[in-house]
């Protein structure tokens, strides 16, 4: 539980393993523990290396934020790490499982990070056997496994090199797909993964990095092309790791900053983290953040453009900081992405048809065609905000 023993210390420091995986508990809302400062220094010593954590399957306990039953438990001050990745866990159709810990961190700052399908799935175990699994202990994985599958992506656009993780995670919460509040919320983090996109993003080389000092700022211009429908520009950055106890945690404070082809400018989300489970559950708001190493500025039907994208240094003692801006240039308002060419189905087996939609109002109607499109079969009409359909 220290990550200090031999074998992991060997396997990471060599290079053998990239992205690691655990899912055990270590106490709950314990802070910025010791162990915290640990997998975060790990992570700014080896930039390549990703830890990815379960958040924890206490959504209903009392770890003592302050708002009661609910809020603040998540299990153990290694998710708490301000480089890692802290997953919640969901059900096929993207609703929350009650027992999925959330957040805030200890200090605040937004925790889980992101979301994925780990309960009621059918996994692998020991002597070649299957078993019905369920938990953020299975939501995890899926993270790990699709950072993989990003890392393999980079690696066939950049002449086989690693990538940073600091890269990946961006990427990997840029492109998230929106459940629970709008923006960021302490039950999903960021939203549910969304691997297409993801991929995209990085096949695209829609990122880029800099490094910035405690008062200088740096701005890049980003063009946003005519027919957008959501844009999401994304500043992350590995934070250096913190003294144990710390709180707030972040050391290095950068601010994000856009401006739009009307000279207007836009502020991040921020949530408000008041141990208060009304205030704990009230959508983001746009402002300064001085809590986390993660801003977003997301903006619908954004006019076409240059948009400029500042990056100050608002407090950095421990400098420079190094950054990446990611951002996400959606288009298309609706994307089928299950079933997407080439599945075969069996009969009275139920299909979950998925689809991405972007600021959509209207029901979506399923069809389906036995003729290659000549004639259509009704399945369903769904509600605007539903974005799969259980098909037998």
């Known amino acids: 539980t220290s990550f200090l023993d031999s074998p992991t210390l060997a396997l990471i420091n060599s290079g053998t393993v990239q ?34 954590f379960s958040a924890g399957n206490s959504g209903t306990s009392n770890c003592g934020y302050g ?14 790490g301000k480089n890692v990745i802290a997953t919640a866990n969901v059900f096929f159709d993207g609703s929350l499982v009650n027992s999925s810990s959330r957040g805030p961190a200890h200090d605040g700052r937004i925790k889980p990070d992101i979301a994925a399908n780990g309960q009621n799935q059918n996994s692998t175990r020991e002597n070649n056997l299957y078993q019905s699994f369920g938990g953020t202990s299975g939501a995890a994985p899926g993270i790990a496994g ?24 961006a990427t990997l919460l840029n492109t998230a797909s929106e459940y629970g509040n709008i923006g960021p919320d302490y039950k999903f983090g960021w939203g549910i993964v969304n691997g297409l996109r993801a991929a995209k993003l990085i096949e695209d080389g829609r990122h880029l990095t800099a490094t910035v000092s405690q008062g200088n700022s740096n701005n890049h211009t980003i063009n946003v092309p005519a027919g ?9 950055w590995s934070d250096a790791p913190a003294t144990s106890g710390a709180s707030p945690a972040l050391v290095n404070d950068l601010d994000l900053v856009v401006t739009d082809p009307s000279s207007d400018t836009h502020l991040p989300w921020i949530l408000d983290e008041t141990p208060n489970p009304t205030t704990l559950d009230l959508p983001a708001t746009n402002g300064e953040d001085h809590l986390n190493n993660v ?21 950095v003692p421990v400098g420079p900081q190094e950054y990446f801006i990611v951002y996400e240039i959606i288009s298309e308002s609706l994307t089928l992405t299950y079933p997407n060419a080439g599945e075969s189905f069996a009969p009275e087996e139920t299909e979950s048809i998925h689809w991405d939609a972007t600021n959509t109002t209207e029901d979506f109607d399923l069809e389906y065609s036995t003729d290659n499109g000549s004639n259509w079969n009704v399945i369903a009409t769904v509600g605007s905000d539903v974005t799969n359909y259980g098909w037998t």
């Open 19 to 52: 992205i690691t995986n655990s899912s055990y508990g270590n106490g709950c809302n314990d802070g910025y523990t010791t162990v915290s400062q640990t997998v975060d220094t790990q992570t700014k010593d080896i930039p390549s290396l990703l830890h990815v």
């Open 228 to 236: 957008t429908t959501q844009v999401r520009f994304m500043a992350y």
């Open 67 to 80: 708002a009661g039953s609910g809020w603040g438990n998540i299990t153990g001050g290694h998710k708490q």
């Open 295 to 315: 801003e977003q500025v997301l903006l619908n039907n954004p006019v076409a453009g240059d948009y400029d994208i500042e990056i100050s240094g608002f407090n």
């Open 146 to 169: 699709v950072s993989a599958q990003l890392y393999e992506a980079y690696g066939d656009f950049n002449g086989g090199a690693l990538p940073q993780s600091a890269l990946i995670k």
